[in-house]
């Protein structure tokens, strides 16, 4: 279950009560782009996730940042699904296949997500930002 904790850790973010107003969060509520940049060590690593009306994640993931030490471009790519089931808690699935289910909140800009699995709890965090699928270029794959 390493790669969900690789996935979770870089998708989204965090872990919360079971308040009334986390229980509303719904798949319409996360629709847009979250940026998820992580830092590690004394790296930043720049990603960022658009969330789409149907639950799909395109995946970005900039190249040029300290982490990566590459090329000025994003690469992208398509992730998981998220599937709402209610009250915050949400399949994800890949390729048609339910890896797990997390827990998503709000509180502001922020959504965070939780999940558990066989090697423990895990949570982490994303910000809500203005940048669209536009802004994302060059794409890796275009050099």
Do not use: H
């Amino acid at each position: 279950m390493k790669y969900l904790a690789v996935i979770f850790t870089l998708l989204l973010a965090g872990c919360g009560s079971s308040s009334d107003s986390e229980k509303n969060v719904t798949l319409a509520g996360i629709v847009g782009t979250w940026d998820e940049s992580v830092e590690l060590g004394q790296e930043v690593d720049e990603l960022y996730s658009i969330i789409k009306a149907d639950g799909s994640i395109i995946r970005y993931d900039y190249y040029g940042d300290s982490f990566n030490q590459g090329e000025n471009c994003y690469d992208k790519y398509e992730y998981v699904t998220l599937v709402d089931q209610g009250e915050g808690d949400f399949s994800v699935e890949y390729d048609g296949t339910e890896l797990a289910t997390v827990k998503l909140t709000l509180s502001g800009n922020t959504m965070e997500i939780s999940w558990t699995d066989e090697e423990g709890s895990f949570t982490n965090s994303s910000v809500r930002s203005d940048l669209t699928e536009d802004d994302f270029t060059p794409l890796c794959n275009d050099f």
